[in-house]
Nanobody, 117 residues
Framework: QVQLVESGGGLVQPGGSLRLSCAAS????????MGWYRQAPGKQRESVAV???????DYASSVKGRFTISRDNTKITVYLEMNRLKPEDTAVYYC???????????WGQGTQVTVSS
């Protein structure tokens, strides 16, 4: 049974920083990619940052230069370092893992990030 457990969300002032963590438990067969998605009220879920098994990263244009995705393969953990946060970054952030030749899709429970003064 695969589970993704997220931590690090919370309330932060504009310009501040947060570090999100997502730790996977259980057996995952052949990870293809790990990433972070977010959904703000009234908006569709969007990709924020993704890292493939080969180490290739991709960022949404709105976060490029401010957010950094990284991974720890020994722990099967993915991180999202968020710097210079803006109110428009406010959303529920979800951890995602795609595995087994892109056929398996796992999601975390979501963690709230609120950027407000």
């Amino acid at each position: 049974q695969v589970q993704l457990v997220e931590s690090g969300g919370g309330l932060v002032q504009p310009g501040g920083s947060l570090r999100l963590s997502c730790a996977a438990s259980g057996s995952i067969f052949g990870i293809n990619a790990m990433g972070w998605y977010r959904q703000a009220p009234g908006k569709q879920r969007e990709s924020v940052a993704v890292v493939t098994n080969g180490g290739v990263t991709d960022y949404a244009s709105s976060v490029k230069g401010r957010f950094t995705i990284s991974r720890d393969n020994t722990k099967i953990t993915v991180y999202l370092e968020m710097n210079r946060l803006k109110p428009e970054d406010t959303a529920v952030y979800y951890c995602n893992v795609v595995a087994d030749n892109w056929s398996a899709d796992y999601w975390g429970q979501g963690t709230q990030v609120t950027v407000s003064s």
